[in-house]
């Protein structure tokens, strides 16, 4: 079985977060640091001018949630996304999602798994809204990646760090979009890829973020990853069980911010990976793309990778599909949506707390 770091020296790359983060590792990073601690002030100070009214936001008309994070590249936000839409849409509530829509992907698979939700994706997440309510209009809205798109206020944020890259210098010194202080700002911090480092890792997570949130309550520690759920081949729409492809020699390929979970997740089902083709993050994939494999060879790509590369593949590409699961404090993630849900549900049953609460939110 074919190693990360091996498949990393052999595997052909083409740009990717990965390759930036490790010459940033380096003198570049180094070089860079001032640059990088002048955009984290800028940072701060964008935050302040929204706080202080020396910026103008909005207050949307709905209960509102954001699910992002703050650094660049894949952090495991989307699998948590979509269990949180699985949570909301089993517990009846309409949503409206507000996406940024980079490189289409994420926005893709959404409707594929969620038909019923109205998603509208643009860099305007004010425009989107409006958009939203001025057809049916959902009784919750949810911001894919939108902790740092201030202009849209919220009632919750959801911050996602992840385990295997969870600190470091903001742009252009890093990969980060604030400095670790800005997590004050959330109402939960779920550290994804917990199971990709040790126990002592995740302590020493911790202790950072509650040192970085001085002044607020020590956050429930709440962690997860993703598991396998099954794999589609990308020509025939056919899904066939993880475990079908156990002793299968592979090629893997991905467009995507950190792919050593996709990596891991194929050597856990054992799958003999026999090389690693990466491209940048939310590459688009093209029918030249398609034409660079074998037909021969089985080729297992990203959900997120499978979406675009769908209208090209032969039958010898499959996507390898993935779903959120919590490994601590599932009970806590359960309590904020449940509690961020109860004004809906209550103004349904009780029209009095409609009259009183017409936007669905508590009455204090």
Not at 4 to 16: D, K, N, S, T
Not at 21 to 46: E, M, Y
Not at 314 to 340: H, N, P
Request: aromatic share 8%.
């Amino acid at each position: 079985m074919v190693g990360f770091a091996e498949l990393a020296g052999r595997a052909p790359m083409v740009g990717g977060t990965l390759s930036l983060q490790s010459r940033l590792d380096g003198p570049l990073g180094t070089a860079l640091a001032p640059l990088g601690w002048l955009f984290a002030v800028i940072a701060r100070a964008r935050v302040v001018a929204f706080r202080r009214g020396l910026r103008a936001s909005v207050r949307p008309p709905l209960p509102t949630l954001s699910i992002g994070n703050i650094s660049a590249g894949g952090t495991g936000k989307t699998p948590l996304l979509l269990a949180t839409l699985a949570w909301l849409e089993k517990h009846g509530a309409s949503v409206g999602v507000l996406s940024r829509g980079y490189g289409g992907d994420e926005g893709r698979i959404l409707e594929e798994r969620f038909p019923h939700v109205r998603l509208v994706e643009g860099s305007d997440r004010v425009a989107g809204m409006r958009q939203l309510l001025g057809a049916t209009r959902p009784e919750l809205l949810l911001l894919d990646d939108g902790f740092q798109h201030l202009r849209l206020q919220r009632d919750l944020d959801i911050v996602v760090v992840d385990a295997t890259r969870p600190f470091g210098r903001c742009f252009p010194a890093g990969l980060f979009r604030e400095p670790l202080s800005a997590l004050v700002r959330a109402d939960l911090i779920v550290v994804s890829r917990a199971e990709l480092v040790s126990e002592d890792r995740l302590v020493d997570i911790w202790q950072r973020i509650h040192r970085a949130r001085p002044g607020k309550p020590s956050q429930a520690r709440v962690e997860g990853g993703v598991q396998a759920r099954d794999l589609r081949n990308l020509s025939t729409g056919e899904i066939v069980a993880v475990a079908d492809f156990a002793g299968r020699s592979v090629v893997l390929a991905a467009g995507i911010g950190n792919p050593a979970t996709f990596h891991q997740l194929c050597l856990d089902a054992g799958m003999q990976v026999e090389s690693f083709l990466r491209f940048d993050d939310h590459h688009a994939w093209s029918a030249e793309d398609a034409k660079s494999f074998s037909r021969e060879q089985c080729v297992v790509v990203t959900e997120k990778d499978g979406v675009k590369l769908r209208p090209f593949a032969s039958e010898q590409m499959w996507e390898l599909r993935i779903d959120w699961k919590f490994v601590r404090g599932a009970e806590v993630w359960e309590r904020l949506l449940t509690d961020f849900h109860l004004p809906v549900r209550a103004a349904q049953i009780e029209p009095l707390w409609a009259a009183q609460d017409p936007d669905g939110r508590f009455v204090s």
